[in-house]
């Protein structure tokens, strides 16, 4: 078992970010990371410590309960050093199960608690643990941040290969990080005779500091006089405002606080003018304890009570701004979006490879979560294919599609008129790269007319017939695709399924290797990613339609690097039941068999069965599959969509598609309560699928 110990080289390291994106980086390259923070450090005894706390809520882990610091100083106080380093084992142990490495997190120095390094150093040294050194790079000059590695290098051990690097965090985006690399290695003797080399470098991004209005008014102890939307908007600049209305409009943007006496109507009446024109500012905060004239709260009234937080505090305008400028940059605890944006960020600019290095090889028995999105993304990357988005107006669409063309992960197309798209953009404070695409339907429809006459002459259509139906947009993005001017299409944000798949099937057609259409769910669950399949397209499926969902959804699963275990599910396991519905089940597990003999499929089996290692080897104990499936293919549309969706409300698993299979070319559907990320997810399981063809 390899272990990582962080240990932060001075004060306010960020060690938890670090953590929490070593797991992200690590279960990126395939590896089951575990993860424990063996002494709390920061909270009280009614709140979680953080580093545990967002290690289960996000990174789906399950860290046992640290130790106290009471608990602790108590034992150090009497001497019993031997006790305290067992009880950290004990933890350790705990959370080492099943796992290909462990993270575990040391203390942060503090005041209060002057043993820090001491006790640091000693875990380390009884679990065994390569040390990875982390430190704050946005105050200290080269020289400084070496001496800091310098003196955790005689700390932890001066023997190579004890530490096995150094991270900085918050390092200043106009600093080259391996400028500085050079010049911290020639500023030490003791680094360069260890050759203690750089893993991450992670840049300040002030975007990831934006707290909630929430966490504002919180902070503040204001009063919420309209709450709006104040846990969702976020803190990006603040404005104080002194002047008269012309000379703040400029800060009247989103994410702006706009922080004023509650006398200046002038300020809150061109707040309100702002919020009614669809600018998410992040909220009003009204100093000195004062509300404007009755009449001029009226007046605003729209605006009060639509997103726009309204709060009030006693402080004087003065007094809040000072307040807010010394606000902690810490997550608060249930903010796990901002968390999850930040592990992201810091996993990404992690060397994932040089820690690989140490680690050895990994057991790959399943593809946990965080691999799976990022291979997702990786893949779409390198496929480089063009979607088109019909839903052009759609404002989670248009997020999605600059995501997607910023990170390069598809060519976007949105349809649509540009002048009201690019409106949209701005009032969700969304900048379209340039190179994003927009084509007004209006314009290019007549170029589609005749093609789908040619595609439908055996139906009938005629050149009206096909302009009258080209005024959907689905229909008219299902035209560039099956003239192959894009390479997969995406929509369902507004539109029914129905909607999606009719054009599609009247238009692509299926492929000719398949006699149906089917879809298939990637479930997130906290361990590993499964397949689903079929949860939103054949109400009831023949043995013969539900073997070629199995070999579809097998085929999926092994295109996205799951490798496929298939297990046809009843509500019966191998041959203790009977009935129609059980004997259909059983022979289209036949019939996959025969049409594909490599195919590693059982059934039917319960879900339990398939599922669980202990109840697989109880109910089904020569089968291969049962315990270790990866692929669910339900016997029917009821009970796939009422499961997916059962697994995924309860459990609180993120469900990536539907993603449909057996198109001559990808369309997938969205659901209309996609968040932007699932639209982001989908545009890249089409690019893929495109790539594959």
Known sequence: MHTFFLAPTGFDAGLTSVALGMIRALEQSGLRVGFVKPIAQGADSSSPERSTHFARAICHLNPPEPLPMERVEHLLAQGEIDQLMEEVVSLYQQASHNVDLMIVEGLVPDQKQVFSTFLNTKIARNLQAQTILVTAADKLASHEIAEQLELSLQAFGAQPGHVAGYILNRLPKEQNAQQLAMEILEAGNLLQKNRLSMIGAIPSEPELLAPRTLDVAHYLQARVLHAGQISRRRVRSMAVTARTVP?????????????????????????????????????????????????????????????????????????????????????????????????????????????????????????????????????????????????????????????????????????????????????????????????????????????????????????????????????????????????????????????TIRPALQLIKTAPEAKLVSSVFFMLMPEQVLVYGDCAVNPDPTAEDLADIAIQSADSAAAFGIPPRVAMISYSTGSSGSGSDVEKVREATRIAREKRPGLEIDGPMQYDAASVESVGRQKAPDSTVAGRATVFVFPDLNTGNTTYKAVQRSAGVVSVGPMLQGLRKPVNDLSRGALVDDIVYTIALTAIQADKR
């Open 247 to 499: 000379n703040v409009v400029h800060l009247l943007k989103p994410g702006a606080l706009i922080v004023t006496a509650g006398d200046r109507e002038d300020i809150v009446l061109g707040t309100s003018m702002a919020a009614m024109n669809g600018v998410p500012l992040a909220g009003l905060l009204l100093t000195c304890d004062s509300l404007p004239d009755p009449r001029i709260q009226q007046l605003c009234h729209q605006a009060f009570t639509s997103g726009l937080p309204v709060m009030t505090t006693t402080h004087n305008t003065f007094e809040t701004a000072s307040f807010l400028s010394n606000m902690s940059r810490q997550v608060p605890a249930d903010d796990l979006e901002r968390m999850e944006r930040v592990i992201d960020f810091v996993a990404e600019h992690l060397d994932a490879d040089k820690l690989k290095r140490n680690v050895g090889a990994p057991r790959e028995h399943r593809m946990p979560p965080p691999a799976f999105r990022y291979q997702l993304m990786e893949k779409a990357r390198r496929a480089g294919k063009r979607i088109v988005l019909p839903e052009g107006n759609e404002p989670r669409t248009v997020k999605a599609a600059a995501i997607c063309q910023e990170k390069g992960i598809a060519h976007c197309v949105l349809i649509g008129n540009r002048v009201e798209i690019e409106q949209i953009a701005e009032a969700q404070g969304v900048t379209l790269p340039a190179s994003i695409e927009i084509l007004d339907p209006n314009e290019v429809r007549g170029n589609y007319i005749q093609p789908m006459v040619e595609l439908r002459k055996g139906k009938g259509l005629n050149a009206p017939m096909a302009e009258q139906q080209l005024e959907d947009n689905v229909v008219l993005g299902t035209m560039m695709l099956a003239l192959g001017e894009v390479d997969g299409l995406v929509s369902g944000a507004v539109h029914t399924t129905a909607n």
